[in-house]
């Protein structure tokens, strides 16, 4: 019997298959501002807020996703290099980010 082929073994644990992970796809804007938007779309009606623009490398997202939504009052998460906050308070989410030094645009209807 070839090694190769194994399915379950206690002798070794888990068997998982090594790969290298691909830097994720970051949607940043040549002009430096990070983008506040409005989506709907697939959440049955319920409107959420997303910040799209803000480079991982120079900030900790999760960090500032846990700030906005402690200073907000509202829930939130964070998929990849996107905040969303619930809710719609889109002048009130400026103000914060503002405040802690983004230069910010509010994109959309």
């Known amino acids: 019997m070839q ?16 790969t290298e992970q691909k830097p994720e796809d970051v949607k940043l804007f040549k002009d430096g501002f990070i983008r506040i938007e409005r989506q709907t779309k697939g959440r049955k009606g319920k409107g959420v807020i997303l910040v799209v623009g803000i480079d991982p490398k120079d900030h900790d997202i999760k960090k500032l996703a846990k ?40 994109a959309g209807g």
Not at 89 to 94: F, S
């Open 3 to 18: 090694d190769s082929n194994l399915v379950y073994s206690t002798d070794f644990g888990r068997i998982e298959q090594q």
């Open 67 to 106: 700030t906005i939504k402690s200073k907000m009052g509202q829930g939130g998460s964070v998929k990849g290099s996107i905040i969303e906050i619930q809710g719609d308070d889109r002048a009130k989410l400026k103000a914060i980010l503002e405040s802690s030094g983004f230069k910010v645009k509010i």
